[in-house]
């Protein structure tokens, strides 16, 4: 199993997640911070560090945003996860505020 960041991430990449995966799992797109799911060793580290709550075990995350499993897997193809991105947050109409 490995962690998902979803929606709320979109736009915030807030990075405080990153600072703190012991493993350097955690990734930096257009839009949005994707999870490897390859290198993630579901230590948990990551999920009580974000400000927005974003990150959720995989058989945790909310149906509602089940498009993030996707997303996340598309690592590493910047290719296939920011045209989804954008796809996503345009259908959803999704203007997440950065956190200053």
């Known amino acids: 199993m490995t962690y998902i960041i979803a929606e709320p991430c979109i736009d915030i990449k807030d990075r405080s997640c990153v ?11 257009e839009r949005m911070l994707i999870i490897d799911p ?27 945003w089940n498009a993030f499993v996707e997303i ?15 796809t996503y947050a345009t259908e959803h109409d999704v203007h997440n505020e950065p956190i200053s």
């Open 38 to 64: 390859e290198e993630c060793i579901d230590c948990g580290a990551c999920e009580p560090e974000c400000p927005v709550e974003a990150i959720f075990p995989e058989d945790a995350l909310p149906d509602k």
């Open 19 to 29: 600072d703190v995966c012991p493993v350097d799992c955690i990734h930096e797109y």
């Open 72 to 86: 996340n897997y598309a690592f590493p193809d910047p290719d296939k996860i920011n045209p989804l991105v954008d």
